[in-house]
């Protein structure tokens, strides 16, 4: 650690009153999203079965640059936000970079991750509509969490179903859940009929986001008054995420400095997208030349080396068809400790840029990511959630390039959370019990081959 | 939650320079430490074979009222400090009291509770002084944790004793303690004379803090360059604590008001000392009539039900003798989840305070702090520590006072950390597995009586 680490704040004034859509400004706009069964575009209104009106019209907003927030929505950013700005003055001595390197610290929301952003807002949404019940899936724990604090702010009943593996696994975060009174059903269960089909072929299935959220859209379609909610992957997700980089932006600029490379960690994109948006809208403006750098687990490489097609996301098949960079819908990935990120597919915007050319991604084994978290906890004073610490070992890399190089360069990434409830799997590293999960080519190619099929 | 919730933040420049001493204010000052074989009153000198030597002098200074806080730890402070002042309408809300509840939120350091504020402060005079390496003990984990985060800071070798019982059952405090680079051996161990003792007459011995104290004393007795250091109950480390309510003075005067009653849990005393004496110094100096009050366990109550007696800090006798009130030394607290407040004395400037009517306390039963706890997170949005709901506990009992009053009393209470790595206590609460644990006062007794051996 160092003393000379600087931490930058907003005053309350000064937090974003809007969040930036990125939809409306893209070169190339996504793809339409499909119906599952007609492979029609979906308009807006197909999606209010399962969605809050207002979250259905944003996640298809191509026009407004500027969706405002709702003032009981900044009511409640600001208990927690902004969130500091660091710049990490000790990891830099301890890799001895000439690289300026930056955190976003989106860990000291109450639930510890920046999934808070948006569940507040979505609860918000729903609770405006009228709604009374909301239903999600979670699999570490970290959305579910979030959007249990949300849902009691506005008074919501919310159900949430949990991967079987991570319920038994990891019953802190359960119990966070249920503190704040949610109803936490391990998944599958016998409550759905995508459940019960699941349960009936193998009993003893541990559970995937996909079945989970089958699951649970499944019960809002069937409980009056109830809608689904999503953590990630999805636009609106995003578009309420861009609040981490908005403000970063305004806090680099307290620091007289603005970055050459932004770093995200990667499971849907919504983090990712969140401090990277509006730094590349700097890009797509003004000619700014900022790399953008999505740093996703190697067990799990859709950005890397998945394909760029229409697919569900969701294992049954009740979603919309999206185009994205996926591993297929039935792609199980391995059993890391970064839970957040084992997810088969990439949101709809980060796959249109990724394919344009307008960032990069790259494949972390899960060795590196814990040694850097390591690495980061011993020389910032945090410990990083397992899925930042892919971020982490992304932005390191790219400092140790500056140090070959000698180069100045300016490097931010956002730590999306605290490792606190995630402690079981840095016993292991420590342990010497960790391993990396390697994929043969056959290994991907089995599950994208099925994808022919869809579409 | 409410969404008028409303939080105060200093800027860095307003964040206090100088820690504030009570003792050189007391109307009666503490009876001195006395030597534990001579009997004879101590001078700071005595204290160096165990202690850094300013701490040493810290711990008796009598005279000057304000202490500066260097330059390096005023630096580290700024990575999570000021720390904010909320004031809880969401509670006030459920409890529907007149009364105006403030908490201080202690929760949002790196590690997730106060006891940074000494831990940083310790870890500085020791480098300063050129020790390379500490020892401690640890409970529940919580100063361990903060005291890994600090030594590592300081390039500091760290050696912590933790309760074996606690190092079994919350391997998560003790991976925090190993990711910042601490060795931690649980205690009663073969590595002392005091543990090999214990585990002699009785090798099942789950510990105590008492052995794990007598363990890193003497291993810093028989170190080369070694210092010793603790967590709670010497004045010194209250003296640090003291940031806590010298911020929340500032808050408050932000806020409009000045509190008719502070609140802190109490295991040894130095988080309620760091919240209380700030504003103790006003009813000294200008006659206010702030009421304070210390939350203690009702299975581990010192300060209620206790004596005010000289006794040892320690199981084996090696610390000095402390003018306190105590359970005795001997006494083992039930297995509460508050592991912070299982200890069986009270540091000698709250145990003065006390005998002379300036502050209050109460004994709080383990079921009401959980369900304080409870309300608490679905209302202001954050589950607190099971130390933390003693002071919460004994909020709501003030407010719901104010309720059949009428009286618009301010209530100020410290939020001493957060519950997220506590998780395993509310899941049993929850379920319904949680009790309480009665003392009799033969329990009490017996070993108080033992305490007429000792002067």
Known sequence: MDSKRKKYLLEESEIPTHWYNIQAEMPNKPLPILHPKTKEPLKPEDLYPIFAEELARQEMNQTDVWIEIPEEIRNLYKNYRSTPLVRAYGLEKALDTPAHIY?????????????????????????????????????????????SYAARAFGLELAVYMVKVSYEQKPYRRSIMQTFGAQVTPSPSMSTRAGKDILTANPNYQGSLGTAISEAIELAMNTPNCKYTLGSVLSHVTLHQTIIGLEAEKQMEL???????????????????????????????????????????????????GVFQYDFGDETGYTPLLPMFTLGHNFTPANIHAGGLRYHGAGVIVSQLLKDGMMEAVGIDQLDTFKSGVLFAQSEGIIPAPESNHAIAAAINEANKCKESGEEKVILFNLSGHGLIDMAAYDKYISGDLVNYKLSDEDIAKNISELEKII
């Open 103 to 147: 955190f976003k610290n989106e860990s000291v929301s109450p639930v510890g991750s920046h999934k808070l952003n948006s569940a507040i807002a979505q609860a918000y949404y729903c609770k405006k509509q009228g709604i009374s019940n909301i239903t999600t899936e979670t699999g570490a724990g970290q959305w579910g969490a979030a959007l």
């Open 255 to 305: 620091a007289g400095e603005y970055p050459d490379i932004v770093i995200g960690c990667f499971g849907g994109g919504s983090n990712f997208g969140g401090i990277s948006f509006p730094f590349m809208r700097h890009n797509i403006q003004n000619s700014k030349k900022t790399r953008f750098i999505a740093a996703e687990p190697s067990s799990c490489p859709k950005l890397t080396r």
